[in-house]
């Protein structure tokens, strides 16, 4: 099975400059270990319209979305008005959440953290039992926190339910450029059209100039591509496979 | 001056997992400093429609537009192609560059090289000395390779003339967890609602649980909100300023 993701980042953090996304390659490995295609990253502003674009042609486009940020207490969380903006919803305060948020912060429970319990209408919860709070799910798109760690848990926690055939990948690391290489490339490309093919030159390495990456979700298929390919490199180009 | 600015990243690599994209980090620490705004980082597969697709929309929506990647001699390089078909131009091949490629690489200038000289038609080349390959300018399309050494060093070049009015930024780190500052942030807002107001948890760091940033363009306002907020805030809160 085929499944392709869109990631949506929301953090003015990350735009200013002032914070490195660490999110989108997380969730960009992860996804493509479980043989998911990612097709595009988009880092947005903390800003309704922003977001509500964005989630509304990802969803349509992918079969998967995730969007990283914007779901704390503070001003600058407006990713679940957002989302459901994108998804023509209200936002409703969720009862099962504003109850586990009720029952931990007591007399605590100000309006800040109760904006924690607001949802899409028509919101899924997914509850772990070892996580303290949900992941919301609303459509095909995943709502995720923009801190790294909880990120990380919460993507663990439901990883399964996205699985997808897997990639096959091979790697061949040669000593000459890509200006050497490049008919090469083309030749095996127009035996093996259907192969994800990457060159990708590396500077001041001693070891090799370039790393040539083959996929694709037949093995059998990058087994041959691979084959095609080492025999028209020339042998002391070849530095070492994968 | 205010600028805005928009990135492309042109890269299946980044979208499979297998480099971590440091171009944009670099591009928008570096947009920030010179005080340009940067509104998206949009990460794009190497496929020509994905990449004229973008490259129309940031061209029309921001002051500036950086690409990265996709410009060598092999055949997964097509930003070319894909700026030329966003802007409805035709490739040619520059006679400069062309020259300059045969003069170099003499009776090895074959056809995977001679595809450097490549550039949408109409395209502005900005010769730097110490760079042996001029940048590629496209209208407000500045077009820079994926190779991050290369990419800065083309960058550093050009920086001067991408110069906004700057940023000012004050920073305030509390003891105080978001749940609990969050109106001191929204009344903070009320009273100058022009402010750029971050608030970013930090999990499991002893010093602090919060820290604010505060922008403006206006060194005096950002000054007065700073004065407005610290007032605000419990004094056992605030661990330091900057």
Known sequence: MDRTAGIVVIGNEILSGKVVDTNSPFLTRELRSLGVTVR????????????AVAVAEFQERYDLVFTSGGVGPTHDDVTMEGVARGLNRKVIRHPAIEGR????????????????????????????????????????????????EILEQKFQAIRDRFAASPYFLRVIYTKDGEGT??????????????????????????????????ESKDEAYVEQAMAHLLALLSRDSVVRTE
């Open 40 to 51: 595009r990253i988009l880092t947005v502003p903390d800003e309704l319209d922003e977001i």
């Open 101 to 148: 948020i009720r029952e931990y912060f007591k007399e605590k429970a100000n309006e800040a953290r109760l904006k924690m319990a607001e949802v899409p209408e028509g919101a899924e919860l997914i509850v772990d039992g070892r996580l303290g709070f949900p992941t919301i799910k609303c459509e095909n798109i995943y709502i995720l926190p923009g801190i790294p």
């Open 181 to 214: 290489i490049a008919e090469h490339l083309n030749t095996t490309l127009v035996a093996f059209p259907e192969l994800l093919l990457g060159s990708y030159p590396k500077i001041g390495d001693p070891e090799y100039a370039v790393k040539l990456t083959l």
